[in-house]
């Protein structure tokens, strides 16, 4: 069975700095890994997914991922954090066998601070 | 826009109270699904309906009842709900595929229920 684990359910950091988000997978089959992003009172938005192929994947609003199959992680990561960043992102990987299902981690809290 | 739409936005039941969520999907995706988020935990499962065909039930309490009537809505009949059951119940659509492709689901915004 597959599982996500997301380090640290609030991340706080300042304006024009790194984010960086940490999301490690459990999956016995080669995975397929998704971060999702939050914003309040709205649902679950794709920032980016990665799938086959090459292991940096760039999103929207100027976030990217990198697939390390020996480190099982596919952290998230931006240059330069703006305000309209804060919001909640779930890193998801997908089940084996062509099954539509998504396997969540808890989430991690993005703070922005001028 | 997400071209998912879920109504109401916003829902307030007794525990003896019967209703339902409505959601639909503009995208022409032959998948749908239903998922719970509670504060602190993952995203829960709860159905997936694929070309109208039920194809997961993840142990959901028979209190929580999906229709499909076609693959564009998705309904959530509710009843006899605890307090516990209060979380925000997102929609979500894809277009599955045969294939191992991973199709990329898009969530609707949401219902936040309390149960009182």
């Known amino acids: 069975a597959q599982s996500v684990t997301q380090l640290g359910s609030h991340v706080s950091v300042s304006e024009g700095a790194l984010v960086l988000l940490r999301c490690n997978y459990s999956s016995s089959v080669p995975p397929y890994l998704f971060w999702y992003v939050q914003y309040p009172n709205q649902g679950l938005q794709l920032l980016l997914k990665y799938t086959t192929g090459a292991t940096l994947v760039k999103g929207i609003n100027g976030f990217e991922a990198e697939f390390k199959k020996s480190e099982t992680s596919f952290h998230l990561t931006k240059p330069s954090a703006h305000m309209s960043d804060a919001a909640e992102y779930f890193c998801a990987v997908g089940t084996q066998g062509g099954s539509e299902k998504l396997v969540f981690g808890k989430g991690t809290k993005l703070t922005v601070n001028p | 826009e997400t071209g998912v739409t879920q109504t109401p936005r916003h829902l307030v039941m007794g525990m003896t109270n019967k209703k339902s969520l409505k959601c639909e999907q503009h995208l022409g995706h032959n998948a749908m699904y239903w998922y719970k988020q509670s504060a602190k935990k993952p995203l829960e499962l709860m159905f997936v309906y694929n070309f109208k065909e039920q194809t997961e039930n993840n142990s959901v309490p028979s209190r929580f009842s999906p229709e499909c009537p076609n693959s564009s809505h998705l309904f959530l009949h509710l009843h006899t709900l605890q307090p516990e059951d209060s979380a925000l119940y997102l929609c979500?659509?894809?277009?599955?595929?045969?294939?191992?492709?991973?199709?990329?689901?898009?969530f609707g915004p949401g219902t936040r229920l309390l149960v009182l």
């Open positions: 979500a659509s894809s277009q599955a595929s045969s294939a191992r492709n991973q199709e990329t689901q898009y």
